[in-house]
């Protein structure tokens, strides 16, 4: 009966042991990663703002400016390791219920790395034909402190984001990364526009324009996930003219996450972290442990040494 008990054990604990690696090395790895189901709203906002009002030709300063961005996860197009997201970004003035411009992207990108793929209708503004590449809204899982590669969807191009280093975001350890993108000329058609906001005399003809972009953006990611847990970003567009001298500010937004935004994505980051230690640390180790503990009880039970102990106990006994 010892014997039995003992392989028993043996077994069990074999099986424990082994289940505690796969969970590690297997299923941590193809659980952990970007939801397929998002569902989330953040918001950035700019005091003191400038802007172009199309509507009435007119630049207006001084305004708060919010940034509305909702992502939502595409679940029949997720599959093979990738996730799709679809997102869109309202700016507004909010005071005068003014929208200032509305920005559609849909993301197709590897679940843990973050890494963009061109497949399952990619686009920036129903373009399907951009060609995305780096790290989009998703940040790799496993975080580090190597500069990164950002695609930008107003240049559609990817910059490189900086690390420069540790800083403490609401108590908790992040790394912070920049991005900076040059003033760049962007794609998309400019109406003509009165000479006079050139700073040319009124009498003169409508001049067509080119819109030009730079950014400054700073991000701080939570190492234990590689989630954004806050960021802001400063850009200005400006519209030059084709032919002579003359530029025109249409944009000057210092953008901050709001504190609602913050403490969002820092409790969805705590709970991330808490599902990536059940499963890379918490499960592997307890399983491992309780195995090992059954295969030496196993052993200690199955062992020569272990019946010739018990067989002399008895005999003892019964004299």
Known sequence: MRRIIGVSLIGIGAFLVAAGVLVRFYVAPMLIGAPTDIYQVTRLQAENATYLDASSVTVRTGATVAAT???RGDVKAAGDGTAVWDTTTVVQDLARGYTIDIQNARYAFDRRTGGLKDCCEAAVQGDKTVQMSGVGLFWPVEANKRDKRLFDTTTRQTWPAVFEGEER???????????????????GDVPPLPAGLFGRPDGDPAVEAERHYRVDATYWIDPRTGAPVDQRRHLVTTLRPKEGP??????????????ESRKALRERSDDGAGKIQLLETVVPLTA???????????????????????????????S
Do not use: C, W
Request: charged content about 20%; glycine content about 12%.
């Open 69 to 71: 961005a909702t992502a």
């Open 169 to 187: 975001i609401d108590g908790r350890l992040t790394y912070r990364f920049v991005q900076h993108i040059p003033e760049t000329k962007v794609a």
């Open 246 to 259: 003359g530029s025109l500010v249409v944009a000057d937004l210092n953008l901050r996450m709001t504190p």
């Open 288 to 318: 491992a442990g309780a195995g090992l503990a059954a295969v030496i009880a196993g052993l200690l039970l199955t062992l020569p040494g272990g019946r010739r102990t018990s067989r002399r106990g008895t005999r003892r006994a019964s």
